[in-house]
């Protein structure tokens, strides 16, 4: 189920939403119409040193007030406005999105190294928790995601994506079984400054949860792939692994593998894998997952799920299908299929 | 004598027409069920304890066993049991020593949850063609890696605590030489070291002969510090410490003098025919921070080498017990479920005493990830476990590993009478007597032991395939893979699943 | 390596020192001495071979412990369970010492200059040729001698007449035997325990250990040889027996 695309642009050089949106549409055999989104990086120019809240609201009257006290705790909103929707006829607007412009304040963390990102972790997870008819689906900086249940071009539509640039791009087309229909349960799923597209399904979702949740993440979304996103964040940002050491910690080499490898790797990847055992991530999946700087793909340790790359210049494509690829760069060089656990990775420089 | 004889516990009694008057009958009863006289064999039932040695070796199938042949009046509060209970205590004023696990009645846990399997939105993986990872490491974990770069080589900074090497998550409990035969203790090593895993000696030393085993061995550290010296912490592959065990949770334990033969007082280093008395408490250890005084004294004894158990009774408030242990540096955590077997406890102790493993496992695994110290500790799981499933079972619910220990002797012919107290084991497992001892062939019971951990490896990869999970550590604490089978609200709470239909 | 090594271990954590202790008797010292000893435990942990070690402040917990085989001279009180387990060897206390001295201690000897705490000896245990000693010059508090399963404890009560005593001496005892200088109440009797006078055999057994102890620390023998002394011992070796009925 589930088709996934990415791209970055390793100068930062920004594109708009239209090429993501025809090479996500390319996919549409693999959803459902049910439920599509992307996520833009550098999107916010004029706010980029403020976290960009992102929430879906039941109801602005009642709810937003309370969420807005809730962040008046813990920072300024340096601005709010509802996103900018545009009707569809087969979109029916459940939700009011809305973006709020936050600027933590940074004392109020004092023992923390990441005080700004620990706030505002701890706000999403209070609010998704707490808070019904609210649910921030995306809180890093300068990311905009656009989300809803409708087919990937109906969701393009709604949000006109043609007109926000960014120099990383992801898209999500889903087929549901679990949640259809539900916004929050579209992809990307974001956190901070990370975001994740997932085609497949966790079958360790119960052993990752618990591991997360026992560092204070708490799992709202009723979805595996937020766990992604949360197991990304502890790794990289609170644990300072490398990309690369975190991708194989989600998905490790098997130990007969291991078993053979010169001495010091060998010592590496079982200190790994006896750390990071709960984080291990099981069960079909391929994977794209990106932040400010970088843009990783990578699929389960058996390769139960499809993904291809390549690369035009400085821009560097990951996907489901190679059609999709091409349907945003004819031009694209060689496509390269990756072993099963090995990341691809892009840098923005 | 106004009590008078309870009714027959067993009948037995013999088809003469199938009977062939071999006496292989008569030979295997250490307990005098048998006597043959003139061309007939007689039985006297009274003293049968259902061990089934004779009906195993007769080789016509002439033997018959019938449970209770005499009925009391059926009562639902004032069972068999319970009367006889009473009477046993009216004529002797004395505390019932029973044998084997509880025998109460309560509901299983385990056959209250049900396994998950995979259809069409992941795929089950068939462990005959594709990796299936067993492999568990027991010790303490960092909770983080540290690296740093030299000359653009990534260098591994954290140092790893020493840690087992278990090729699949089944290890066998401590069950001591004096509890069960020298014999019995070699099959089990034999089988362990066969199938990569590894044994525990119990509280009764390490007999020179399982020196070739040593690396698959555990050597425990109990109160009576029984066969305890620097030599014998040195051979063990870990050390554990007992603190107590799910059959007699609170109580020490106490090998009568009959039992130590001279081999036995040699590996326990206690005079032969002296009461082996281990007491409740450890003395040296009267509160938490004296366990981890105990935890440091071993490893600093072994010079920080050996990964150090510590294993508890489950008890009602085992979840914070355990989170103390995992502060003491110990390595594990061994949780004995009230259904753990042994060779004597009091009846009372054996029944009433204790809570089930299933749930055990479940506060201590969220005791410990609320506290952020899971990493910190193993949890090992024992108490009746049965079958694969319930090791699969134990482990989603958040155990590393298992300890079994009636079931590796059922692998060896024990039949669970409960009667190994009176040291008669006819199966030549819980006796010291050397005719009976040598019953038990370790070629064999080895190969009978290490098919059993085969068997359950076997089953436990094909539960895992089949819920599309490749590695063990995925399955261990996937509670969402679990669900409650008419299982109250409050417990599935406790055990933190879902119902089944959820 | 010098026959004599000297260890500072002022500030220092207990395996840095035992590990220190260890390569100077893997080296072939014969004699070590500590210095500013101040609360680590665990000293001479598991160690073996045939070297003194001087201790010069306050030892931690576990002095000796699973010792096989040294000297240990300690100049200084100790805390608790010095030759907790021991196995072979030598402790000399000048002072006092805390709780459960000689805990489960099964060969070796222990001299106590003054006083120890509560449940003294409890557990020691014999085997074969290894026999544990525990002698105590001053007194002793509860439950000396619990538990006792083999060995020999002697208490001296040197500061007097005869050692001040507490409740439960001996309780449990199954095996070996405490030997008490002056009168030993019947309420200070533990359960299973009976006292009778020290005769004979015994008299001659703890004469030369009392003579030992007098040249560690410089006493007259004398006084203590030709008091009156008290054996206690095992009324039962099966103390618990009566106790359990079987199930069958």
Same mark, same amino acid.
């Given at each position: 189920?589930?088709?996934?695309?990415?791209?970055?642009?390793?100068?930062?050089?920004?594109?708009?939403?239209?090429?993501?949106?025809?090479?996500?549409?390319?996919?549409?055999?693999?959803?459902?119409?049910?439920?599509?989104?992307?996520?833009?990086?550098?999107?916010?120019?004029?706010?980029?040193?403020?976290?960009?809240?992102?929430?879906?609201?039941?109801?602005?009257?009642?709810?937003?007030?309370?969420?807005?006290?809730?962040?008046?705790?813990?920072?300024?909103?340096?601005?709010?406005?509802?996103?900018?929707?545009?009707?569809?006829?087969?979109?029916?607007?459940?939700?009011?999105?809305?973006?709020?412009?936050?600027?933590?304040?940074?004392?109020?963390?004092?023992?923390?190294?990441?005080?700004?990102?620990?706030?505002?972790?701890?706000?999403?997870?209070?609010?998704?928790?707490?808070?019904?008819?609210?649910?921030?689906?995306?809180?890093?900086?300068?990311?905009?995601?656009?989300?809803?249940?409708?087919?990937?071009?109906?969701?393009?539509?709604?949000?006109?994506?043609?007109?926000?640039?960014?120099?990383?791009?992801?898209?999500?087309?889903?087929?549901?079984?679990?949640?259809?229909?539900?916004?929050?349960?579209?992809?990307?799923?974001?956190?901070?400054?990370?975001?994740?597209?997932?085609?497949?399904?966790?079958?360790?979702?119960?052993?990752?949860?618990?591991?997360?949740?026992?560092?204070?993440?708490?799992?709202?979304?009723?979805?595996?792939?937020?766990?992604?996103?949360?197991?990304?964040?502890?790794?990289?940002?609170?644990?300072?692994?490398?990309?690369?050491?975190?991708?194989?910690?989600?998905?490790?080499?098997?130990?007969?593998?291991?078993?053979?490898?010169?001495?010091?790797?060998?010592?590496?990847?079982?200190?790994?894998?006896?750390?990071?055992?709960?984080?291990?991530?099981?069960?079909?999946?391929?994977?794209?997952?990106?932040?400010?700087?970088?843009?990783?793909?990578?699929?389960?340790?058996?390769?139960?799920?499809?993904?291809?790359?390549?690369?035009?210049?400085?821009?560097?494509?990951?996907?489901?299908?190679?059609?999709?690829?091409?349907?945003?760069?004819?031009?694209?060089?060689?496509?390269?299929?990756?072993?099963?656990?090995?990341?691809?990775?892009?840098?923005?420089? | 004598?106004?009590?008078?004889?309870?009714?027959?516990?067993?009948?037995?009694?013999?088809?003469?027409?199938?009977?062939?008057?071999?006496?292989?009958?008569?030979?295997?009863?250490?307990?005098?069920?048998?006597?043959?006289?003139?061309?007939?064999?007689?039985?006297?039932?009274?003293?049968?304890?259902?061990?089934?040695?004779?009906?195993?070796?007769?080789?016509?199938?002439?033997?018959?066993?019938?449970?209770?042949?005499?009925?009391?009046?059926?009562?639902?509060?004032?069972?068999?049991?319970?009367?006889?209970?009473?009477?046993?205590?009216?004529?002797?004023?004395?505390?019932?020593?029973?044998?084997?696990?509880?025998?109460?009645?309560?509901?299983?846990?385990?056959?209250?949850?049900?396994?998950?399997?995979?259809?069409?939105?992941?795929?089950?993986?068939?462990?005959?063609?594709?990796?299936?990872?067993?492999?568990?490491?027991?010790?303490?974990?960092?909770?983080?890696?540290?690296?740093?770069?030299?000359?653009?080589?990534?260098?591994?900074?954290?140092?790893?605590?020493?840690?087992?090497?278990?090729?699949?998550?089944?290890?066998?409990?401590?069950?001591?030489?004096?509890?069960?035969? @020298?014999?019995?203790?070699?099959?089990?090593?034999?089988?362990?070291?066969?199938?990569?895993?590894?044994?525990?000696?119990?509280?009764?030393?390490?007999?020179?002969?399982?020196?070739?085993?040593?690396?698959?061995?555990?050597?425990?550290?109990?109160?009576?510090?029984?066969?305890?010296?620097?030599?014998?912490?040195?051979?063990?592959?870990?050390?554990?410490?007992?603190?107590?065990?799910?059959?007699?949770?609170?109580?020490?334990?106490?090998?009568?003098?009959?039992?130590?033969?001279?081999?036995?007082?040699?590996?326990?280093?206690?005079?032969?025919?002296?009461?082996?008395?281990?007491?409740?408490?450890?003395?040296?250890?009267?509160?938490?921070?004296?366990?981890?005084?105990?935890?440091?004294?071993?490893?600093?004894?072994?010079?920080?080498?050996?990964?150090?158990?510590?294993?508890?009774?489950?008890?009602?408030?085992?979840?914070?017990?355990?989170?103390?242990?995992?502060?003491?540096?110990?390595?594990?955590?061994?949780?004995?479920?009230?259904?753990?077997?042994?060779?004597?406890?009091?009846?009372?102790?054996?029944?009433?005493?204790?809570?089930?493993?299933?749930?055990?496992?479940?506060?201590?695994?969220?005791?410990?990830?609320?506290?952020?110290?899971?990493?910190?500790?193993? @949890?090992?799981?024992?108490?009746?476990?049965?079958?694969?499933?319930?090791?699969?079972?134990?482990?989603?619910?958040?155990?590393?590993?298992?300890?079994?220990?009636?079931?590796?002797?059922?692998?060896?012919?024990?039949?669970?009478?409960?009667?190994?107290?009176?040291?008669?084991?006819?199966?030549?497992?819980?006796?010291?007597?050397?005719?009976?001892?040598?019953?038990?062939?370790?070629?064999?019971?080895?190969?009978?032991?290490?098919?059993?951990?085969?068997?359950?490896? @076997?089953?436990?990869?094909?539960?895992?395939?089949?819920?599309?999970?490749?590695?063990?550590?995925?399955?261990?604490?996937?509670?969402?893979?679990?669900?409650?089978?008419?299982?109250?609200?409050?417990?599935?709470?406790?055990?933190?699943?879902?119902?089944?239909?959820? | 390596?010098?026959?004599?090594?000297?260890?500072?271990?002022?500030?220092?954590?207990?395996?840095?020192?035992?590990?220190?202790?260890?390569?100077?008797?893997?080296?072939?010292?014969?004699?070590?001495?500590?210095?500013?000893?101040?609360?680590?435990?665990?000293?001479?942990?598991?160690?073996?071979?045939?070297?003194?070690?001087?201790?010069?402040?306050?030892?931690?917990?576990?002095?000796?412990?699973?010792?096989?085989?040294?000297?240990?001279?300690?100049?200084?009180?100790?805390?608790?369970?010095?030759?907790?387990?021991?196995?072979?060897?030598?402790?000399?206390?000048?002072?006092?010492?805390?709780?459960?001295?000689?805990?489960?201690?099964?060969?070796?000897?222990?001299?106590?200059?003054?006083?120890?705490?509560?449940?003294?000896?409890?557990?020691?245990?014999?085997?074969?040729?290894?026999?544990?000693?525990?002698?105590?010059?001053?007194?002793?508090?509860?439950?000396?001698?619990?538990?006792?399963?083999?060995?020999?404890?002697?208490?001296?009560?040197?500061?007097?007449?005869?050692?001040?005593?507490?409740?439960?001496?001996?309780?449990?005892?199954?095996?070996?035997?405490?030997?008490?200088?002056?009168?030993?109440?019947?309420?200070?009797?533990?359960?299973?325990?009976?006292?009778?006078?020290?005769?004979?055999?015994?008299?001659?057994?703890?004469?030369?250990?009392?003579?030992?102890?007098?040249?560690?620390?410089?006493?007259?023998?004398?006084?203590?040889?030709?008091?009156?002394?008290?054996?206690?011992?095992?009324?039962?070796?099966?103390?618990?027996?009566?106790?359990?009925?079987?199930?069958?």
């Amino acid at each position: 189920m589930c088709g996934i695309i990415g791209v970055i642009d390793r100068s930062r050089k920004r594109m708009d939403g239209t090429g993501i949106r025809a090479a996500l549409s390319r996919m549409d055999e693999r959803g459902s119409g049910e439920g599509a989104g992307y996520a833009a990086y550098g999107a916010f120019p004029d706010f980029k040193e403020y976290y960009a809240l992102h929430v879906f609201f039941d109801n602005l009257h009642e709810i937003k007030p309370i969420v807005e006290e809730e962040l008046s705790k813990w920072g300024e909103i340096e601005h709010q406005e509802p996103i900018p929707t545009y009707e569809q006829p087969n979109i029916k607007k459940v939700h009011s999105p809305w973006r709020f412009f936050f600027r933590p304040d940074l004392h109020l963390m004092p023992r923390s190294t990441t005080p700004g990102d620990d706030i505002v972790t701890h706000l999403v997870m209070k609010i998704n928790t707490t808070i019904p008819g609210a649910l921030v689906y995306a809180s890093g900086k300068n990311v905009a995601v656009f989300k809803a249940s409708g087919w990937p071009e109906e969701v393009a539509a709604f949000y006109r994506i043609q007109d926000y640039e960014g120099y990383l791009w992801l898209g999500h087309n889903r087929y549901p079984t679990n949640t259809p229909g539900w916004w929050g349960g579209a992809h990307p799923f974001n956190l901070l400054h990370w975001s994740v597209v997932h085609n497949g399904e966790i079958t360790s979702y119960g052993t990752n949860r618990r591991y997360i949740e026992s560092y204070g993440y708490q799992c709202s979304m009723y979805t595996d792939t937020e766990v992604v996103a949360y197991l990304f964040d502890l790794l990289i940002r609170r644990h300072g692994l490398s990309l690369e050491m975190a991708v194989k910690a989600l998905a490790p080499p098997f130990w007969d593998e291991i078993d053979q490898m010169p001495e010091r790797e060998q010592e590496i990847m079982r200190a790994i894998r006896l750390t990071y055992g709960p984080a291990l991530m099981n069960g079909p999946f391929a994977i794209v997952v990106a932040n400010q700087d970088s843009m990783v793909g990578f699929t389960d340790r058996i390769k139960l799920r499809p993904l291809v790359s390549g690369e035009l210049g400085d821009r560097l494509y990951i996907s489901s299908e190679e059609a999709a690829i091409r349907t945003m760069e004819p031009e694209v060089g060689e496509i390269v299929m990756p072993r099963a656990g090995e990341p691809i990775i892009g840098r923005a420089r | 004598m106004s009590i008078g004889s309870v009714p027959l516990r067993y009948r037995i009694s013999v088809d003469h027409d199938q009977c062939m008057i071999c006496g292989r009958c008569v030979e295997s009863c250490p307990y005098g069920v048998f006597r043959k006289e003139g061309e007939q064999i007689h039985v006297n039932s009274r003293v049968c304890v259902a061990c089934h040695r004779c009906i195993s070796m007769c080789p016509r199938d002439a033997i018959s066993l019938v449970e209770r042949p005499v009925d009391y009046r059926s009562h639902p509060i004032w069972t068999p049991q319970v009367k006889e209970a009473i009477y046993n205590q009216a004529r002797t004023g004395k505390i019932i020593l029973s044998g084997m696990g509880n025998a109460q009645d309560y509901p299983v846990i385990f056959d209250r949850l049900v396994l998950d399997a995979c259809q069409v939105t992941n795929p089950s993986i068939d462990p005959l063609r594709e990796p299936m990872e067993l492999r568990t490491y027991i010790g303490k974990k960092p909770a983080h890696l540290d690296f740093k770069m030299v000359n653009g080589d990534t260098v591994l900074e954290t140092k790893l605590s020493p840690n087992l090497l278990l090729e699949t998550p089944i290890m066998i409990g401590h069950m001591s030489y004096g509890a069960i035969s @020298l014999n019995a203790q070699q099959s089990l090593a034999r089988a362990v070291t066969e199938c990569g895993t590894f044994m525990g000696t119990g509280e009764g030393g390490l007999h020179h002969s399982l020196y070739p085993y040593q690396d698959h061995m555990i050597v425990q550290v109990a109160s009576g510090r029984f066969g305890v010296d620097i030599n014998y912490l040195e051979r063990g592959a870990a050390i554990e410490i007992k603190i107590g065990q799910g059959a007699k949770p609170g109580l020490g334990g106490h090998l009568p003098g009959e039992k130590i033969c001279a081999d036995v007082s040699c590996t326990r280093m206690i005079p032969e025919g002296s009461d082996a008395i281990s007491p409740a408490p450890h003395h040296d250890i009267y509160s938490i921070e004296d366990l981890k005084q105990l935890v440091r004294s071993l490893k600093e004894a072994t010079e920080w080498k050996k990964p150090v158990f510590v294993k508890i009774a489950a008890v009602h408030n085992s979840a914070a017990i355990a989170a103390g242990i995992a502060r003491s540096s110990a390595d594990a955590v061994v949780i004995d479920g009230f259904r753990g077997g042994t060779g004597a406890a009091p009846r009372v102790f054996r029944d009433h005493v204790g809570i089930p493993i299933e749930a055990a496992v479940a506060s201590v695994d969220a005791k410990l990830r609320s506290q952020g110290i899971r990493n910190e500790v193993s @949890l090992i799981a024992s108490g009746g476990i049965r079958e694969s499933a319930d090791v699969a079972k134990v482990i989603a619910l958040g155990a590393d590993a298992v300890y079994i220990g009636t079931a590796a002797l059922v692998a060896m012919g024990c039949r669970v009478c409960g009667t190994c107290y009176k040291g008669l084991c006819p199966w030549g497992i819980a006796t010291q007597r050397p005719d009976l001892v040598a019953r038990l062939d370790p070629d064999f019971a080895s190969v009978n032991v290490a098919n059993l951990i085969h068997a359950w490896t @076997l089953e436990l990869s094909e539960l895992m395939g089949a819920a599309g999970i490749n590695s063990i550590e995925s399955l261990r604490g996937n509670r969402d893979r679990l669900r409650g089978y008419l299982l109250d609200e409050s417990i599935m709470k406790v055990l933190d699943v879902k119902t089944v239909g959820a | 390596m010098a026959d004599t090594v000297r260890i500072d271990a002022k500030g220092m954590h207990y395996t840095p020192l035992n590990r220190a202790i260890k390569a100077a008797v893997a080296s072939g010292a014969r004699k070590i001495e500590l210095d500013n000893i101040m609360g680590q435990r665990f000293i001479a942990d598991g160690l073996r071979g045939d070297v003194e070690i001087i201790i010069n402040g306050v030892p931690g917990g576990d002095l000796g412990m699973f010792m096989s085989g040294p000297t240990c001279i300690v100049h200084g009180n100790c805390e608790h369970a010095p030759g907790n387990t021991m196995d072979a060897g030598t402790i000399v206390i000048h002072g006092n010492a805390g709780d459960a001295v000689a805990h489960s201690m099964r060969g070796g000897m222990i001299f106590v200059r003054d006083d120890i705490g509560y449940r003294g000896g409890i557990h020691m245990k014999q085997y074969k040729e290894k026999r544990p000693i525990l002698v105590i010059g001053g007194s002793a508090r509860a439950f000396l001698g619990e538990y006792m399963a083999g060995g020999l404890i002697l208490v001296l009560g040197r500061k007097g007449t005869h050692p001040e005593l507490d409740r439960g001496i001996g309780s449990g005892i199954h095996g070996g035997k405490i030997i008490i200088r002056g009168d030993v109440s019947d309420k200070h009797l533990g359960v299973g325990a009976k006292k009778d006078d020290l005769k004979g055999e015994g008299r001659e057994e703890i004469t030369p250990l009392i003579e030992k102890f007098c040249v560690f620390f410089d006493l007259d023998p004398a006084s203590f040889i030709d008091d009156r002394y008290y054996l206690i011992t095992p009324a039962s070796a099966r103390p618990f027996a009566s106790k359990y009925t079987w199930e069958v």
